[in-house]
C-alpha cells in the first residue's frame, strides 16, 4: 500500500515527460544493498569544507531505515547525532537493526560507517496512519511566492554585477555559483551586500528538490526533506553575528525532524529557521517546513559547534 500522497498545487518541477529525474532520488538517495539491513551510500555535492554534508547522511541514512519496514507505515520523527566528520573520499556503510516492530510504531537504529568507526547514528520511528480529531497547528508566515523571488543563481548573479562588490564576497560568491546543488533555494529577504549589517536569528527561504521526484512513496519525499533540512541551517545562528566574526568551524552534533503532513519536495516548501540561542561555542537552531497551502509539514531542531575568531576590518586590510 503506498503512503497517502499531498495534495497537488501545480508548484512541482515538472512532469516526468519535461523534466529530468531528480539527482536526490537517482543518485544521492540510491542506496546500494550490500546484505540484509546493511547498505552503501555514495557521495554527489560535497561542500567546501571538504567534509561530508550532513544532511546527505540523514537522507541516505532515512533511507536505510526505511527498506527495512512495511509499505503501510510512515516515519513520524528521527533523532541523529554525527559523532565523527565524514570522509568523502570513501563510501558510507548504513548497518540498520530492527530494534522494535510494534503494531502502531516501529523503531529502527542506523549506524553509519567509514573506516571501521561510526560516525553518525540514527533512531527513526514509523507509525501506522491514525486518524485522531485531536488536530491544531500554528499559521504559516506570511511571505511573497517564490514566483516573485530570484533563485540562487541569479541572486548571486546579481550580486557579481555590481561594481562596487569587494573582493573577497566576489572570490566567495564564484566558488558558491560553481557548486552543483542539488536543490533550488529562493531567499524571502536576501541580504544587501554593500551595506551589510548584522540581522535578527531567523531566516526563511522558499526550497524544493531540483528536477522531478513524483508522486510515489511519501518516504523518499521524507528522504529528500532530511537532506534538504541541513542546507543552509546551521548558519542560521550566525546571522547576528557573522559580520564582526570570522568562523573557524562549524559543524553539526545532532539533528531532530519530525513528519506531520505529507507533503512533495520537488514543490516549493517554505523553510522557516530560527535561532533561540547560542553559547558555549554552540548554537540551537529550530526549522519548519510549510506547504504552499499553509500546511505545517515538518519541524526540525539541530544544535551545532560554531568556532569564529574576530573579524579583521576592512579598514585595516
Not at 497547528?137 to 557579481?160: G, N
Amino acid at each position: 500500500m503506498t503512503s497517502p500522497q499531498a495534495p497537488e498545487d501545480g508548484q512541482g518541477s515538472g512532469d516526468p515527460s519535461g523534466d529530468l529525474r531528480s539527482v536526490l532520488v537517482t543518485s544521492v538517495l540510491n542506496l546500494e544493498p550490500l546484505d540484509e539491513d546493511l547498505f552503501r551510500g555514495r557521495h554527489y555535492w560535497i561542500p567546501t569544507t571538504q567534509r561530508l554534508f550532513g544532511g546527505q547522511i540523514v537522507g541516505q541514512a532515512l533511507v536505510a531505515a526505511a527498506k527495512s519496514v512495511s509499505e503501510d507505515v510512515h516515519v513520524h520523527s528521527l533523532h541523529c547525532y554525527f559523532v565523527r566528520a565524514g570522509d568523502p573520499k570513501v563510501p558510507v556503510l548504513y548497518q540498520v537493526e530492527r530494534t522494535r516492530t510494534g503494531t502502531s510504531f516501529s523503531v529502527r537504529s542506523v549506524k553509519a560507517v567509514q573506516h571501521g568507526k561510526p560516525i553518525f547514528v540514527c533512531q527513526a520511528s514509523f507509525q501506522q496512519a491514525q486518524p485522531s480529531p485531536v488536530q491544531h497547528q500554528c499559521s504559516m508566515p506570511a511571505v511573497p511566492p517564490p514566483e516573485e523571488l530570484l533563485d540562487h543563481e541569479a541572486l548571486i548573479a546579481q550580486y557579481l554585477r555590481d561594481p562596487n562588490l569587494h573582493e573577497k564576497y566576489r572570490v566567495g560568491l564564484n566558488r558558491i555559483a560553481a557548486q552543483e546543488v542539488p536543490i533550488e533555494i529562493k531567499m524571502v529577504n536576501p541580504p544587501t551586500l554593500n551595506k551589510l549589517q548584522n540581522r535578527e536569528p531567523n531566516q526563511m527561504f522558499w526550497v524544493r528538490a531540483r528536477g522531478h521526484i513524483g508522486e510515489g512513496d511519501i518516504k523518499m519525499h521524507c528522504c529528500v526533506a532530511a537532506y534538504i533540512s541541513d542546507y543552509a541551517f546551521l548558519g542560521t545562528a550566525l546571522l547576528p553575528h557573522h559580520y564582526q566574526h570570522k568562523v573557524c568551524f562549524m559543524a553539526s552534533l545532532d539533528h531532530s525532524m519530525w513528519f506531520h503532513a505529507p507533503f512533495r519536495a520537488d514543490h516549493w516548501m517554505l523553510y522557516e529557521c530560527k535561532s533561540p540561542w547560542a553559547g558555549g561555542s554552540r548554537a540551537l537552531v529550530h526549522g519548519q517546513l510549510w506547504r504552499r497551502d499553509g500546511v505545517l509539514a515538518v519541524s526540525c531542531s539541530q544544535e551545532g559547534v560554531i568556532r569564529v575568531k574576530p573579524r579583521v576590518s576592512e579598514s585595516k586590510l
